[in-house]
């Protein structure tokens, strides 16, 4: 039972506009959410992070927000660029006896048109 | 700094085959971890180490085996491959886990095919 779910497995947006990439997750005791990127032929790389008593959390073109009691997690990019274009996944840490366990959604594949 | 390096690339193998995927981190991480990843689901963790020396089982291990003789190699072994093997597989190392999450680093992927 997936704990991470990304329910949209594609996007399709224009360059210059924004992207919103979106997240739900069961489990309310999650501590940490991150943002991975992922190019074709690449390992995810790490883009953004929001602690779980935060709600949002800003990074240049790159905005995440939290919304606990939706249990809901986006990702805004604004303005999309075609370079943005790679499958996004989020991640859902349970930090417990020094150990973080991560929970990853199945990835959102994003196009960004010029 | 070549970060997180894996080998093969890529691998065919027959049923009941067996191999070893490695994987190489070179930024003195003490945690290192293999995941698979599958269509229409996210990565799923196979085994993790929190040391060297250590292993542990994650959410799917069976059918895996792992070792971690030297801190900066983790291996992931196939004792006898099966079609249901067939995967991409990531290798990821991390620094030590504390109350501040530390975001793991991933290698490029191998990705494996069982006829």
Redesign the interface.
Known sequence: D?Q?K?NS?SLSVQEGRISILNCDYTNSMF??F?W?KKYP??????LI?ISSIKDKNEDGRFTVFLNKSAKHLSLHIVPSQPGDSAVY?C?A?L?RY??????????TKLNVKP | NAGVTQTPKFRVLKTGQSMTLLCAQDMNHEYMYWYRQDPGMGLRLIHYSVGEGTTAKGEVPDGYNVSRLKKQNFLLGLESAAPSQTSVYFCASSKLAGKIYNEQFFGPGTRLTVL
């Open positions: 997936q991470v990304q497995p501590d940490y991150l991975y032929a690449e390992g995810p790389t790490f992070s996944f991640a840490i930090s020094n150990f973080n366990k991560f929970y990853f959604g199945s990835g």
